[in-house]
């Protein structure tokens, strides 16, 4: 059986909780609720110095467990074991992060784990680069969904033009990434609310394992979710397709001309009919522009920072904790 790291990506807003707690909901596969671990701890890497050091090994778990930003505490994972066992297992920083979903595993009696946080489809890069034997799953919504909902958010703070800018980039970073089809996965959230157990079991095919009728129910193990994150209060009830097209009445016209004037093509890929909208003004459209090559020139910069780090790097990255993983590093399984 497979013990591959499993996580969820996307542009916010495109139903990844819902995905989450329906591969919770299966006996082998634990998904926790969202933390803010991997991609910190992947960017602060050269900090924690030489991990084959098991003193290094102790500060970085010390900082995962101690600060409320990497949200370790909403896991229910013991500190102090968590700690130890950073310590005294694999000298790596996939193997130290990777550490918290196996124990999340266990402490659901699971042997398979991941996670899922929207943001990891702009650092696909961190998580092959931790977790080389990775499956990425990718649920592409509506863009015009996902802009009305983005705008809705307590916790989104910026205009339409950088929620319109989340959605592409989610979709040209999935159009990147460049992983063969037994590591990287596309569904379309429309979809898994019209059917999910056609769905999900074409998704468990990808993943390597048999499909379990419990997956249909997410609503029963929402209670994984903190109870402050009110935001995903929809998925304590029924699997719906309540939500899906709601950007009709949720957007203004000159919304729903700005999302199909640039998202256009990105939307008919995926099956997504247009409007016929008029096409948006050009003040609106510049605007969009001016937010997207801001964008791109913090990436740009990014992956030469990257480059660098990569040279420079003092010790082992890629984790030692699953079969894959093993063999890779030449430890055998």
Wanted: glycine share 8%; net charge positive; charged share 30%.
């Amino acid at each position: 059986m497979s013990d591959r790291p499993i996580f969820i990506v996307a542009c916010p807003r495109s139903g990844t909780t819902l995905l989450q707690l329906m591969l919770h909901a299966h006996p082998r596969i634990a998904i926790p609720p969202e933390t803010r671990i991997l991609v910190q701890a992947y960017l602060k890497r050269r900090r924690f110095g030489d991990l084959r050091n098991p003193e290094r090994r102790r500060e970085m778990a010390q900082w995962v467990t101690g600060g409320h930003r990497t949200q370790f505490g909403d896991l229910g994972i013991d500190k102090h074991e968590f700690i130890e066992r950073a310590v005294a297992g694999p000298g790596s920083l996939g193997s130290v992060v990777g550490l918290v979903y196996k124990m999340y595993g266990e402490q659901h009696g699971k042997p398979r784990w991941g996670d899922k946080r929207p943001p990891y489809i702009k650092h696909m890069d961190a998580l092959i680069a931790m977790f080389p034997d990775c499956q990425i799953v990718h649920i592409v919504r509506d863009g015009r969904d996902c802009v009305a909902s983005l705008k809705e958010m307590p916790w989104f703070k910026e205009d339409i033009y950088q929620a319109v800018n989340r959605w592409c980039e989610a979709i040209d970073f999935g159009r990147k990434v460049g992983l063969g089809p037994d590591s990287y996965y596309e569904l379309r959230y429309e979809d898994l609310t019209a059917d999910p157990e056609l769905e999900l079991k074409k998704l468990c095919s990808f993943l390597g394992e048999e499909y379990h009728p419990a997956m249909r129910e997410p609503s029963k193990v929402a209670d994984t979710i903190p109870s402050h994150k009110s935001w995903h209060e929809n998925t304590r009830g029924e699997v719906t397709t309540a939500r899906a097209g709601t950007w009709s009445t949720r957007l203004e016209p000159w919304e729903i001309s700005l999302c199909e004037t640039v998202m256009g093509e990105r939307l008919t890929s995926y099956g997504y009919q247009l409007t016929g909208a008029p096409k948006a003004e050009r003040k609106h459209v510049a605007a969009y522009e001016k937010t997207a090559a801001y964008w791109k020139r913090r990436y740009r910069k990014r992956a030469v920072t990257e480059w660098f780090n990569r040279f420079r790097e003092a010790g082992p990255v890629a984790a030692q904790l699953t079969d894959g993983q093993r063999e890779l590093s030449g430890l055998g399984s």
